[in-house]
């Protein structure tokens, strides 16, 4: 089967640092993506993982474990501008995008 | 180079109406994939398509629905006979031919559809 977990939302506050956890179970694992999405918009490409660790790009990180179906998008120094869904996505050995439910971040001031 | 286009970007049916929605893919982009999206849940993968080949349908619900990719023009989705629960956002995305890294999906902007 497959399955993908996400916490359905957050809150935190302008200035902080948050992580979103993304768990995950899908028939074979050859990469996993984070995007971003805006109310009413597309998503947008932020990171991709295949190898374990953590990839940094700018205030936004992304950390996989492949042993343990888990990875995380950390998002420092927040802004307003951050409120969004952060979808998490496993492609499998189907070559297919399995998306995540999202997590919807609220940043407040 | 435009990104990927999606048209109508909204959508009103009456039910039992058809509804078809159009992707252009990003120039070079040899694949495409349609998801729904229903209002505060993620997207569900519906299909994958390349040129003039479904390569994976599993998503796409058995009746109603249909789906194609010429060999020229752009990518359709077609529902026959829309009901109310056919109201959502539908997205397009589109990769490059695949090789051997990642093959990132792009996003069109979605079709709303609303059934009344």
């Known amino acids: 089967g497959q399955n993908i977990d996400q916490p359905t939302e957050m809150t935190a506050t302008e200035g902080a640092i948050v992580q979103i956890n993304c768990t995950y179970q899908?028939?074979?694992?050859?990469?996993l993506f984070w995007y971003q999405q805006h109310a009413g918009e597309a998503p947008t490409f932020l990171s991709y993982?295949?190898?374990?660790g953590l990839e940094e790009k700018g205030r936004f990180s992304s950390f996989l474990s492949r042993s343990k179906g888990y990875s995380y998008l950390l998002l420092k120094e927040l802004q307003m501008k951050d409120s969004a869904s952060y979808l998490c996505?496993?492609?499998?050995?189907?070559?297919?995008?399995?998306f995540g439910p999202g997590t919807r971040l609220s940043v407040l001031p | 180079n435009a990104g990927v286009m999606q048209n109508p970007r909204h959508l009103v049916r009456r039910r039992g109406q058809e509804a078809r929605l159009r992707c252009s893919p990003m120039?070079?982009?040899?694949?495409v994939y349609w998801y729904r999206q229903l209002p505060e849940e993620g997207l569900k993968f519906m299909v994958y398509?390349?040129?003039?080949?479904?390569?994976?349908e599993s998503g796409m619900p058995k009746e109603r629905f249909s789906a194609e990719f010429p060999k020229e023009g752009p990518s359709i989705l077609r529902i026959q006979q829309v009901v109310r629960g056919d109201s959502a956002a539908y997205f397009c995305?589109?990769?490059?031919?695949?090789?051997?890294?990642?093959?990132?999906?792009?996003f069109g902007p979605g079709t709303r559809l609303t059934v009344l």
């Open positions: 995305a589109s990769s490059p031919p695949r090789g051997d890294s990642y093959n990132e999906q792009f």
């Open positions: 899908t028939s074979g694992f050859n990469g």
């Open positions: 993982n295949v190898l374990d």
């Open positions: 996505a496993v492609i499998n050995y189907g070559q297919n995008f399995v």
């Open positions: 120039k070079g982009h040899s694949h």
């Open positions: 398509l390349q040129k003039e080949n479904i390569i994976d």
